[in-house]
């Protein structure tokens, strides 16, 4: 079965850094690049960062840029996501994400496999 | 990174059809085919419903169907039924190789 679990979450407080993790299962995760989005209560959806399936390309959302950092390993089979210098306005649900690949191969722009989430508070 | 306008709700009778709008710039919607849609319910994961402005991956019923003019794609729900009453975001690629969703819409069925 296709699956990602994060964990990772928890309260932290401002200024402190917390690392989220994404596991995979079910699919050959060295041949996908993966995402986090994340949504705050009650608020839509943010994307957060790609990193390729290699990990030698990275994006990032302005608002986590040079604060939050992409990584994988793929002999775990894992993304991380480290968040450093954390805000309350980092308050979310972080999900991990992975491109859809269309039934000719074709990798898409959109993300078909989600995982649960794990919730992070930024709180003193 | 703005997020895309989404209208923050729509709503129709059953069997109706509803049209959300996902408004953009010409640095995200108006230049790729690479929007997508998603549905939402409460404390749950998002769902693909729409790839490439208009394409549905298997699974997705046929009521649901996509479309762009310019800065602008479009997620249509014809014959509106009782299950599709969820939230509903937009996403597309971005001149910076990022993504930018949209503001959400939620759907209420009559």
């Known amino acids: 079965q296709v699956q990602l679990l994060e964990s990772g979450g928890g309260v932290v407080q401002p200024g402190r850094s917390l690392r989220l993790s994404c596991t995979a299962s079910g699919f050959t995760f060295s041949s996908y690049p993966m995402h986090w989005v994340r949504q705050a209560p009650g608020k839509g959806l943010e994307w957060v960062a790609l990193?390729?399936?290699?990990?030698?390309?990275?994006h990032y959302a302005d608002s986590v840029k040079g604060r939050f950092t992409i990584s994988r390993d793929n002999s775990k089979n894992t993304v991380y996501l480290q968040m450093d210098s954390l805000r309350s306005e980092d308050t979310a649900v972080y999900y991990c994400?992975?491109?859809?690949?269309?039934?000719?191969?074709?990798?898409?722009?959109?993300?078909?496999?989600w995982g649960q989430g794990t919730t992070v508070t930024v709180s003193s | 990174q703005s997020a895309l306008t989404q209208p923050p709700s729509v709503s129709g009778s059953p069997g109706q059809s509803v049209t959300i709008s996902c408004t953009g710039t010409s640095s995200d919607v108006g230049s790729y085919k690479r929007v997508s849609w998603y549905q939402q319910f409460p404390g749950t994961a998002p769902k693909l419903m729409i790839y490439e402005v208009s394409n549905r991956p298997s699974g997705v019923p046929d009521r649901f169907s996509g479309s762009k003019s310019g800065s602008t794609a479009s997620l249509t729900i014809s014959g509106l039924q009782a299950e599709d009453e969820a939230d509903y975001y937009c996403?597309?690629?971005?001149?910076?190789?990022?993504?930018?969703f949209g503001t959400g819409t939620k759907v209420t069925v009559l």
């Open positions: 996403c597309s690629y971005t001149s910076s190789s990022t993504y930018v």
């Open positions: 994400a992975r491109y859809y690949y269309d039934s000719g191969g074709y990798q898409t722009d959109a993300f078909d496999i």
């Open positions: 990193i390729s399936s290699d990990g030698s390309n990275k």
